[in-house]
């Protein structure tokens, strides 16, 4: 609360556009398929492990996520998880072998995704009570938009 004003509502829009950036831009990765198999001509399988090396560095890393977003604060753990999902994928646009795919997006877009869930999540639990699984909901939505 600041000023005497309730800003949960907010926090729930921002969750949201968070969710939609993230998990969005992880079930948009099959759209680069095509293009990475025409330009270099990597394989599916090639392709389809630098996502699983990403899903892993997230599910691994959302452990850690959760303590130090109870140690240093959402704001700058989802700023500092921000910074490495953009030069994650700012740096794909200079891709030109296999092993940068994996390190760009495995390595440092799995970083980036790491917090999204328990950031955005426990911070709309501190901030709701009664409406908590309404505005988790909504949050969550913002992943298929």
Known sequence: ??????DGYRVVAA???IQGAMIGSMFAYGVFFPALEAEFGWSRA???GASSLS???MGVL????????DLIGPRILISVSALFFGIGYAAMSSLQAPWELFLFYGVLAGIGYS????????????WFVRRRGTMTGIAKVGTGV
Do not use: E, Y
């Open 1 to 6: 609360m600041t000023h005497g004003r309730f």
């Open 15 to 17: 969750c949201f556009v």
């Open 46 to 48: 090639m392709i389809s």
């Open 55 to 57: 899903l892993v560095f």
């Open 62 to 69: 959302a452990i850690v996520a959760g303590k130090l977003n």
């Open 115 to 126: 917090t999204h869930d328990v950031v955005t999540l426990s911070t709309i639990a501190r």
